[in-house]
């Protein structure tokens, strides 16, 4: 049974940090590119960040570079968004993504994480 498991969210107050974390379960976590992506009230599901089977391969929204950092533990089959200057703008749900490299139609999503930014 495949599951991704998001944890780490919370209350943080601006210029904070938070790191998430999402643990993958029943498929060969270490070929499949992982995904961050957020959605805030009343708003699209935006992609904030990808990391590919190799961890020297990343890639970020705009809204979120110099700030934000996706790493991956192929080890633990756990991936991870460290969080540095969170805004308010950063409040939104947390989503966890695994994507297969060559059939997409394999593609996972954690139940995500809530982030609220707030003083």
């Known amino acids: 049974q495949v599951q991704l498991v998001e944890s780490g969210g919370g209350l943080v107050q601006p210029g904070g940090s938070l790191r998430l974390s999402c643990a993958a379960s029943?498929?060969?976590?270490?070929?499949?590119?992982m995904k961050w992506y957020r959605q805030a009230p009343g708003k699209e599901r935006e992609l904030v960040a990808v990391i590919m089977r190799t961890s020297d391969s990343t890639n970020y929204a705009d809204s979120v570079k110099g700030r934000f950092t996706i790493s991956r533990d192929n080890a633990k089959n756990t991936v991870y968004l460290q969080m540095n200057s969170l805004k308010p703008d950063d409040t939104a749900v947390y989503y966890c993504n695994a994507v297969h490299p060559i059939f997409d139609r394999y593609n996972y999503w954690g139940q995500g994480t809530q982030v609220t930014v707030s003083s």
């Open positions: 029943g498929f060969t976590f270490s070929i499949y590119a």
